[in-house]
Nanobody
Framework: QVQLVESGGGLVQAGDSLRLSCVAS????????AGWFRQAPGKERELVAG????????QYADSVAGRFTISRDTTKNTVYLQMNGLKPEDTAVYYC??????????????????WGQGTQVTVSS
């Protein structure tokens, strides 16, 4: 079992920055892939960014590439999502998740087996 708790969401203006944090507890967090997802009202949950077990490689959705950065600190059991240049279309609930059977982040949502409760990000224009 892995428990995930996100924090760092809030209400910001377009162009601002936020950093989301996801603290893991329970079984070993290092050695498994992690990702950040988001879900806007009326839309499907989508993968925003994924990071591999060591933090040495990451992948991003086209919509956030160049603006968002995912990272992890294995000593703190924490995954971060630095979001710069926020846009109103980034408004969503953001979820942290881990894929315990994968070292590299899988693209399928169903491959992620532990999820946080989500944190709201609202970007005003």
């Amino acid at each position: 079992q892995v428990q995930l708790v996100e924090s760092g969401g809030g209400l910001v203006q377009a162009g601002d920055s936020l950093r989301l944090s996801c603290v893991a507890s329970g079984r070993a967090f290092s050695g498994i892939a992690a990702g950040w997802f988001r879900q806007a009202p009326g839309k499907e949950r989508e993968l925003v960014a994924g990071i591999n077990w060591s933090g040495s490689s990451a992948q991003y959705a086209d919509s956030v590439a160049g603006r968002f950065t995912i990272s992890r600190d294995t000593t703190k059991n924490t995954v971060y999502l630095q979001m710069n240049g926020l846009k109103p279309e980034d408004t969503a609930v953001y979820y942290c998740a881990v894929a315990s059977n994968f070292g590299d982040p899988p693209g399928r949502l169903a491959s992620y087996d532990y999820w946080g409760q989500g944190t709201q990000v609202t970007v005003s224009s």
